[in-house]
């Protein structure tokens, strides 16, 4: 993976980790544990995180460009 890539990856990771934090949940690594990996989530809180992620991927088309294929390639 190319330092591009790994950049690309560690963003997405953050922003993946702040938004599941806003929906209470702890980590979105597997724990292999029912009562660790599901979780009840008011799909008020779904539904805004959704769209904060929709409105951060048109920015980042917008500011990235031509760059945004390593934010692709990263997931």
């Given at each position: 993976?190319?330092?591009?890539?790994?950049?690309?990856?560690?963003?997405?990771?953050?922003?993946?980790?702040?938004?599941?934090?806003?929906m209470g949940?702890?980590?979105?690594?597997?724990?292999?544990?029912?009562?660790?990996?599901?979780?009840?989530?008011?799909?008020?809180?779904?539904?805004?995180?959704?769209?904060?992620?929709?409105?951060?991927?048109?920015?980042?088309?917008?500011?990235?460009?031509?760059?945004?294929?390593?934010?692709?390639?990263?997931?």
């Amino acid at each position: 993976m190319t330092t591009k890539t790994n950049n690309a990856k560690a963003r997405l990771d953050d922003l993946a980790g702040r938004l599941a934090a806003e929906m209470g949940i702890e980590t979105l690594e597997t724990r292999n544990r029912d009562c660790l990996d599901f979780h009840e989530v008011h799909v008020a809180a779904l539904k805004r995180v959704i769209q904060r992620a929709f409105v951060l991927g048109m920015q980042a088309a917008e500011t990235e460009g031509k760059n945004l294929q390593k934010y692709i390639d990263a997931l």
